[in-house]
Antibody
Framework: QVQLQESGPGLVKASETLSLTCNVS?????????WGWIRQPPGKGLEYLGS???????YYNPSLMSRVTTSVDTSKNQFSLNLSSVTAADTAIYYC??????????????WGQGTLVTVSS | ETLMTQSPATLSLSPGERVTLSCRAS??????LAWYQQKPGQAPRLLIY???TRATGIPARFSGSGSGTEFTLTISSLQSEDFAVYYC??????????FGQGTRLEIK
């Protein structure tokens, strides 16, 4: 069974870049699936950030496209998120996820436990 | 951008009751809809995808229906562990992918 675990700083200064890594166990990223990022401000709803395939193909939320990048490192079996020029509005719990395969591929079947990132001024 | 609207925002029900949650898309999304359950302090859990297909391990009391712009999630008989927040999500021609604002199901 696949397991995902987010890691990275819990505190980022405004205007800097938020960087998170998702370590995957129980499945080799190189074997397939899309891998993505979703965030949730405290007490609020869910927002899709972006996704990446093992060949480097990426999809991003158009509203964040200018600030979001994702990458994959198959040798470490992990993928990463960078969000630049952060503000207080980027304070949220960040989840890494694995997409479903096939026709339901836009849904998210596996989730990490989430990591809270706070943007400070 | 396709907007997803869930109703109601909060429902207060008792264990054993049947409940139907609604999700409306601002334009047709075919059957590209998923439902998630989120309990406090936990990540969301996929319940339904393709509007009506239960994800692995999801009990049969959960069912989804709809297509186009109108969708529902039904729980046939509420169990104590079902009280949570439920989100719908569209993925038609993703990206983009958008979520509804959620429906909170609370114990009456």
């Amino acid at each position: 069974q696949v397991q995902l675990q987010e890691s990275g700083p819990g505190l980022v200064k405004a205007s800097e870049t938020l960087s998170l890594t998702c370590n995957v166990s129980g499945y080799f990223i190189s074997s397939g699936y899309y891998w993505g990022w979703i965030r949730q401000p405290p007490g609020k709803g869910l927002e899709y950030l972006g996704s990446i395939y093992n060949n480097g193909n990426t999809y991003y939320n158009p509203s964040l496209m200018s600030r979001v990048t994702t990458s994959v490192d198959t040798s470490k079996n992990q993928f990463s998120l960078n969000l630049s020029s952060v503000t207080a509005a980027d304070t949220a719990i960040y989840y890494c996820v694995r997409h479903l395969r096939g026709s339901g591929g836009g849904a998210f079947e596996s989730w990490g436990q989430g990591t809270l990132v706070t943007v400070s001024s | 951008e396709t907007l997803m609207t869930q109703s109601p925002a909060t429902l207060s029900l008792s264990p054993g009751e049947r409940v139907t949650l609604s999700c409306r898309a601002s334009e047709s999304i075919s059957s590209s809809l998923a439902w998630y359950q989120q309990k406090p302090g936990q990540a969301p859990r996929l319940l339904i995808y393709g509007a009506s297909t239960r994800a692995t391990g999801i009990p049969a009391r959960f069912s989804g229906s709809g297509s186009g712009t109108e969708f529902t999630l039904t729980i046939s008989s509420l169990q104590s562990e079902d009280f949570a927040v439920y989100y719908c999500q569209h993925y038609n021609k993703w990206p983009p992918i958008t979520f509804g604002q959620g429906t909170r199901l609370e114990i009456k």
